[in-house]
């Protein structure tokens, strides 16, 4: 992956908590919901890529209407 290739480290699926500008920390909750303190560089935080609970739970879910369209498309 470039990071690695660069020397960037990351954490996916970590939920930012708060962040300390002075002593460039930040804290996070993980997946398992555990609390991590890292200290930071620069930092990059994007919000969560998910469509809202009322369009989720809609009906109209893609997961399951996938089709192999094949080599064509």
Do not use: C
């Not at 690695?4 to 804290?27: C, F, W, Y």
């Not at 200290?39 to 994007?46: A, G, N, Q, S, T």
Request: charged residues 30%; proline residues 5%; aromatic residues 10%.
């Amino acid at each position: 992956m470039l990071f690695d290739n660069r020397g960037i480290n990351t954490a996916m699926q970590h939920t930012l908590k708060s962040v300390e500008p002075d002593h460039k920390r930040a804290m996070f909750t993980d997946k398992d919901g555990f609390d991590v303190k890292m200290k930071y560089d620069y930092i990059h935080v994007l919000l969560p890529q998910r469509a809202p609970d009322v369009v989720r739970e809609s009906g109209p879910s893609w997961a399951e209407k996938w089709t192999d369209q094949g080599r064509r498309v």
